[in-house]
């Protein structure tokens, strides 16, 4: 790719991505390369509809999105694929997808798959009455 092009390319994506009337200037273009990636380059901020939720919506939410989310997460925190995870616990790589994209998945399973990716799983019961005392147990195969 020759130097006119890349910069044609470079100005035709700064044309969609301010959402110009017209094509950059090189003057502007190079005001643009001089401020780097700062709130000027990105332009404003544009505000977000943002949508309310029922109670009851919100506890779905929590509910289907703990467990397999968590994992996720817990992979991504490790930086390990969905096949090492799964070599590791003695699974299959869709399995663990399977596990990731769940919502109830079995302790056990729950507890190695977290330990292939580093974490320890605690589970702890909080009390909704006063009279009770808060119970907490750590839940793990590897000493």
Known sequence: MTTHTKAQDAKAAVLAALQLDSEP?????????????????????VPVALRSY???EIEQIVIDGTTGDLLARARSE??????????????????????????NIEIATFVRVAEACGYQVSLNLRPVRPDRRPLSAVLGTKV
């Open 25 to 45: 200037t090189d003057e502007f273009m190079s005001l643009l390369a001089e401020l780097g990636d700062s709130d000027v380059v990105r332009g404003p901020d």
């Open 54 to 56: 029922t109670p009851a």
């Open 78 to 103: 490790a930086g390990r694929s969905l096949a090492s995870i799964g070599e590791e616990v003695g699974v299959t790589r869709a399995r663990i997808q399977q596990l990731e994209q769940s919502t």
